[in-house]
């Protein structure tokens, strides 16, 4: 059995675990509206994480979605209230942004070769700066808040037989990523370029182009996701989205992918992203206090980080066994 396919299945058997848990012990869990709610709340994550999850198989990262996602609903409020643009006019500029924003990602990794942690971090900076440069203010200068109520904004917050328009979308959107990682070149070049960036180089693989179309995905998942957000929140602040690159990143890990690139897929991302919401609203169910909940879901986190790291120590020692085994049969062979 493959690596990836063993840790998934760790990590889906984790997860039934963790849901048999608080099945057990709340009659609510399992019902319909609970389950519809749940997928619902993790859909918004999900989402960034798809982008994320590519970052993260290259062997980097992307800690300014979130911060992208909050630019966008800030840059759809003030078009809606500052301008007469009508709503398709203002999605074109929103997806604008959001190119900008990967290209931007894109030229600073591949092309300046800053490491994906600083460059995002600073674009991250560079995001949460102007989302408070675009925020809505008083007279007298204050930053308020206005509610979204455009037509198609709140349609998006819709249901069909209680499935919500954010979910359907999600699950369309991991179909064609798990789709582009295992069947398409970009998806074997994104794999090349995490598992040995020379040699991928050496056969033919552009480093600046592979990192360049991850970081544009990432972008564009922080572009659906934020018209999701405001479909529900229907109203922008200068922290929105500030925090959802962590979930997104933690359920990549959860889900199997590995910092050091090379490992792991949308399908993983999926259980990984159900896993820190069946945690959350597990929780949510037996009236912890917030604090509480923090601690729990961070003390849950970090126990599957550190079985991660350790299951991929494990993991690296047999394959280290392994080949020597191999190269002792060839040398009596010989």
Known sequence: MRQETLRRQISFGLLVILMLAFGLTSEYFFS??????????CSVAGILAIGV?????TGGNDLSCGALLGLNAMVMTRLIYYTSLSMPAILFVMLLVSVGAGLLNGYLVSVLRIPDFIATLSSQFIFTGLTMILALRTEAGMITTKPVNDPLVVALNNSVNGLYYVTIVFVIMAVAGQFLLKNTKLGVHIYAIGSNRNSAELSGVSF?????SVFLVSALCAFVGSLFFMA???SAETTTGLGLEFQAISATVIGGCAFSGGRGDILGTVIGVLFLKVLENGILKFNFSTPTQQIA???VIVAMLIFDAAYNRYMREKATKAAAIAREKKAVNL
Do not use: A, P, Q
Not at 32 to 41: G, K
């Open 297 to 299: 879901s961070g003390c």
């Open 208 to 212: 600046s182009k592979t990192k360049f």
């Open 53 to 57: 999850t590519m970052i993260i198989i």
């Open 232 to 234: 529900k929140m229907r």
């Open 32 to 41: 319909v509206d609970n389950i519809f709610l749940l997928l619902r709340e």
